[in-house]
């Protein structure tokens, strides 16, 4: 079992600077892949950012690759979601989750676990 909280979401202006954290509790926490997603108002949840379990793989969507870093502390429990350069179109609920599979999985359907997710909102 594993559960997710995630932190550090709010309101910032276009070109600004977020870091949304994400904690886990749960000793099996380093057997999972983690990543990040993002839901809009009238749009479907969609896939950021994943990291993998414990070789350091990252992946990430087209539209964040550049300005957006996702990184892991297993000492912690932790996964971070530096976000850069923002713009107005990232604006959503921001969602932590966890997958038992191997690699960096995109899919939504991939992920067991999920936390209750953060506001972001970029203003221009």
């Known amino acids: 079992q594993v559960q997710l909280v995630e932190s550090g979401g709010g309101l910032v202006q276009a070109g600004g600077s977020l870091r949304l954290s994400c904690a886990a509790s749960g000793r099996t926490f380093s057997t999972y892949a983690v990543g990040w997603f993002r839901q809009a108002p009238g749009k479907e949840r969609e896939f950021v950012a994943a990291a993998s379990r414990s070789s350091g793989r990252t992946y990430y969507a087209d539209s964040v690759k550049g300005r957006f870093t996702i990184f892991r502390d297993t000492a912690k429990n932790t996964v971070d979601l530096r976000m850069n350069s923002l713009k107005p179109e990232d604006t959503a609920v921001y969602y932590c989750?966890?997958?038992?599979?191997?690699?960096?999985?995109?899919?939504?359907?991939?992920?067991?676990?999920w936390g209750p997710g953060t506001q972001v909102t970029v203003s221009s």
């Open positions: 989750a966890a997958s038992p599979r191997f690699g960096v999985p995109a899919d939504k359907d991939a992920y067991n676990y």
